[in-house]
């Protein structure tokens, strides 16, 4: 009783944080979802690309701006794609914005990556039979970047957009945030690897202060989310206790 009460009110904090943070999404003129404070730490973040806006010839071979970092490709949805309401199957575009994010983050290591773990996926606007469907794909930032223990980890964000050419319109359908390890050998196999393991990854910078929000946006949840999981992880114990 005691750990389903737990888990219960676990559940019911991480729904008032994520409420918190659409409701200063919405209430941004930038759209964004950061306090002060962490949008001090995305200024700082900025800071650290001016050497490499500058002075692209001399700056350090281990940066990398994020939107080098980039993947795209796209597709026109298909009759078979579709679910019962006509519309077509989440599961479908989840699919392919996972293969391309692991392609993005297999680039990126140059060894195959590792799954992890897939955030929420809010679906914004709905995909219909025909459409033309963008998917973008970024390498956010990196677990040793970030000095986040544990496993070394590659973080990929991946836009679905409609594009409607005779138009002039794209409208974002879904944003799925990807979270894979880097394995221990080259060819793939084995566990993710631990890090400051093995050969370091570039450091991802952002370029404007839109891609410093945007990085830092996500590392925030990414953070709240993790201690999330060692609150939960904590909670049978508490009980056996």
Do not use: W
């Not at 800071?47 to 980039?70: C, I, Q, W």
């Not at 680039?107 to 679906?123: H, I, K, N, S, Y």
């Not at 459409?131 to 991946?158: A, C, N, P, W």
């Not at 393991?197 to 952002?206: C, D, N, Q, T, Y």
């Amino acid at each position: 009783m005691q750990r389903a009460k737990a888990r219960f009110e676990l559940g019911a904090a991480r729904d008032d944080a994520r409420k918190q943070l659409r409701a200063r999404q919405k209430e941004n003129p930038f759209g964004h979802a950061l306090d002060a404070k962490t949008v001090v730490y995305a200024h700082e973040l900025l800071a650290k690309s001016k050497s490499l806006l500058a002075m692209p010839t001399l700056a350090d071979p281990t940066e990398v701006f994020m939107h080098e970092t980039r993947l795209e490709n796209a597709l026109i949805a298909q009759p078979q794609q579709r679910n019962t309401a006509g519309r077509v199957f989440g599961g479908f575009l989840m699919r392919r914005a996972f293969e391309l994010a692991h392609a993005c983050a297999y680039l990126f290591a140059g060894r195959r990556p590792v799954f992890l773990e897939l955030d929420e996926v809010t679906f914004r606007s709905p995909v219909s039979v025909g459409d033309l469907v963008k998917f973008e794909s970024l390498v956010l930032y990196t677990s040793e970047q970030m000095d986040i223990g544990g496993r070394m980890t590659i973080h990929v964000e991946v836009l679905a957009m409609v594009i409607k050419p005779e138009l002039r319109s794209a409208v974002t359908s879904n944003t799925f945030n990807f979270t894979f390890g880097v394995a221990e050998n080259a060819d793939g196999s084995g566990r993710a690897a631990q890090a400051g393991a093995g050969p370091s990854m570039r450091r991802v910078l952002p370029a404007t202060h839109e891609d410093a929000y945007r990085i830092m946006e996500r590392y925030t949840r990414d953070l709240a989310q993790r201690a999330e999981d060692e609150a939960a992880s904590k909670a049978p114990r508490a009980e056996a206790e």
